[in-house]
């Protein structure tokens, strides 16, 4: 028997409502197996800063560490909360565990399953990944607000791109090319504006590129890149960016292919020092929290997402069999968080048929 521990943090809004359906799915699909997951929650989120004034207590970190792996809900309050307005939860807990675990692989799969309706009308093939980096760029927090409230006042984010962050996630950009059918590459920056970061960007993938001749490498900039997702994502395959050009691109993705509550990620720390985090790439969305309305389909694929990177790919592959199936049967009657849990499951094939 192989005891895998997981730490499980819902977050709030929907984030316990998909997670659950996720455990769920993850109970059923390791079922009779030799597999046995050994969970710890830990309640984490803009729910315990309320209660307790923490955000993320080092004594909980570090239990996070010795996880083989974290399934993350979602974090964030209600919107205009008074008392959230100098807590940052996003930056003190989801951003400091992607940094802190080195999870500069945000790998973020756009595939749109057939039954699925796309928000374009003729969506094409689309089967994608975009690779965003994960732990710099303009999200590293260096910046500052000087003289705040008045009519000097001056902000400034600056990106941090260092050539050893860029290096690793294009390394591992051009390994998940290798890995599929079309062994395409698109690196997708702002080179014409952001002149210094991209230069840097483009001196590495060029230098990378040529230990791949196998993939086909291709640039866009940011604004052209969202044209071709919208006109033609069939012709993306790998996709390759930084951190705020990735979380952006991944909400327009996770819309093509059948929309947000489909949409799943895993934080990767490739190199295995730290557990990897997986998480749907949507938020907590307290527009439909507490309702039993959210799609728990983005939180369970990133449970096969970690059954994949655990090692366990023919118990992940049955996992997306079900979700696929749930999908294709699925037709535009609306169903319940829980029913869709319920369903999955019911599709799932049995182990070693
Ligand atoms: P959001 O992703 O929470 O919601 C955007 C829209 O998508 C909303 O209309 C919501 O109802 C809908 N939606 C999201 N997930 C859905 C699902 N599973 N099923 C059906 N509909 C779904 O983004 P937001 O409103 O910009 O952010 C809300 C809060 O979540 C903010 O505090 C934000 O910082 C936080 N957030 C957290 C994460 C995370 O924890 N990983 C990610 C994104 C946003
Ligand atoms: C995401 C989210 C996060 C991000 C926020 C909540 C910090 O939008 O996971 O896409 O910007 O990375
Ligand atoms: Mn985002």
Known sequence: TRIIKLAVIPGDGIGPEVIEQANRVLDAVLEGGDVVLDRTEFALGAQRFLETGETFPESEQAAIAGQDAILFGAVGGVPGDPRLQHANIERGLLLKLRFDFEHYANVRPCTLFPGVVSSLAEPGDVDFVVVREGTEGPYAGNGGRLRPGTHAEVATEVSVNTAFGIERVVRYAFETALTRQRKKLTWVHKTNVLVHAGATWQRIVQTVAAEYPEIAVDYMHVDAATIFMVQDPSRFDVIVTDNLFGDILTDLAGAIGGGIGLAASGNINPDGTFPSMFEPVHG??????????????????????????????????????????????????????????????????????
């Not at 309305?293 to 369970?300: F, N, Q, R, V």
């Not at 749930?326 to 049995?350: C, E, H, Y």
């Open 284 to 353: 907590s969305a307290p527009d439909i929290a507490g309702k039993q309305l959210a799609d728990p389909t983005a939180a369970i694929l990133s449970a096969g997402l970690m059954l994949d990177h655990l090692g366990l790919v023919s118990d992940g592959e049955r996992l997306r069999s079900a979700v696929r199936a749930d999908l294709a049967s699925r037709g535009a009657a609306t169903r319940s968080t829980g029913a869709i849990g319920d369903a999955v499951i019911a599709q799932l094939m049995p182990r070693g048929a």
